[in-house]
């Protein structure tokens, strides 16, 4: 793993980013502390964490019994709030 100074990286930020592109993580040290990381991007899954959840079994049999409520659309309310500041 490699370690830089904030003064390195200020002088050769695309150079250090591309590097920790290819080679892993990089850390950015301020007067001999870690500061900060660069690390590169992975690609994700595509779906979001809260998307791959499934209920539990508890929670569904509620769901299933109508007791959770359904409520108001949020972007219903929001649009309502708009239309009376226009």
Do not use: C, W
Request: proline share 3%; glycine share 10%.
């Amino acid at each position: 793993m490699k370690t830089v100074t904030i003064r390195e990286l200020h002088a050769k930020t695309g150079e250090l980013v591309r590097e920790a592109s290819r080679h892993g993580q990089i850390l950015v040290t301020d007067n001999g502390r870690t500061v900060a990381k660069i690390v590169p991007e992975t690609e994700g899954t595509g779906v979001p964490y809260f998307a791959q959840r499934k209920p539990s079994t508890a929670f569904s049999k509620l769901d299933k019994s109508g007791k959770t409520g359904r409520g108001t659309d949020v972007t219903e309310m929001i649009s309502e709030d708009r239309e009376d500041r226009v």
